[in-house]
């Protein structure tokens, strides 16, 4: 069954640092979405993409955050400057529409 | 009004027993509601997932029970077994919202032997 790729699986970066998130959706997946999950919380929206713009994005998804498809495979969430709070489990995750969300295995953002 | 209420937020339950899980929401514009499984070190997979036409899904051992009037949806899960254990989470999605999802805060069932 097809997966929903992410890279790295963790990643430690210092206060202050930029940080690339990559994910590589479902070949025929048009939607793309990042999703985050502070340790012990709940997985909370932050962005989605289609058609090579921001759909929606929560309050979380401030100035720091930006998205990209750079390519026809890759989804990359960057955070600019990342703070101590930034510190979570990043899940990226695509659709071919309206139909379930298929997740990857996340990346896990340690800001040290 | 965008929130998802979920308990218990652990639950332990004993091999072949019933595990049942439960959520409220407020938003009357939700209209999909689907449970999600999570094991450790991976990502929420989905498990079951009803919209609000109908009052009972199930899939083997799981059912997701609905009742629209008081806006409360309980998944349940028959002759719990071991491999079961994981943290679930309900969401839901509102009309016209793409696949924005609001999950509720998750349950972590244990299933013991």
């Known amino acids: 069954e097809p997966e929903v790729t992410q890279t790295p699986s963790h990643q430690v970066t210092q206060m202050g640092q930029e940080v690339i998130l990559r994910c590589v959706p479902i070949s025929n997946h048009l939607y793309f979405y990042w999703y985050r999950q502070i340790l012990g919380q709940k997985v909370e929206f932050l962005v989605s993409?289609?058609?090579?713009?921001?759909?929606?994005k929560s309050e979380i998804f401030d100035d720091q955050f930006s998205v990209e498809r750079p390519d026809g495979s890759n989804f990359t969430l960057k955070i600019r400057s990342t703070k101590l709070e930034d510190s979570a489990m990043y899940f990226c995750?695509?659709?071919?529409?309206?139909?379930?969300?298929?997740f990857g295995n996340g990346t896990r953002l340690t800001v040290t | 009004q965008q929130q998802v209420k979920q308990s218990p937020q652990s639950l332990i339950v004993q091999k072949g027993g019933i595990s049942i899980i439960n959520c409220a929401y407020e938003?009357?514009?939700?209209?999909?509601f689907p449970w999600y499984q999570q094991f450790p070190g991976k990502g929420p997979a989905l498990l079951i997932a009803?919209?609000?036409?109908?009052s009972e899904k199930k899939e083997g051992r799981f059912t997701i029970s609905f009742n629209k009037s008081a806006k409360q949806f309980s998944l349940h899960i028959m002759d719990s077994q071991p491999g079961d254990s994981a943290t679930y989470f309900c969401a839901a999605r509102s009309t016209g919202g793409g696949n924005k999802l609001t999950f509720g805060t998750g349950t972590q069932l244990k299933v013991e032997l």
């Open positions: 009803i919209r609000p036409d109908v």
């Open positions: 993409f289609y058609n090579n713009e921001i759909s929606e």
């Open positions: 995750a695509s659709t071919v529409g309206n139909s379930p969300l298929h």
């Open positions: 938003n009357t514009a939700f209209d999909y």
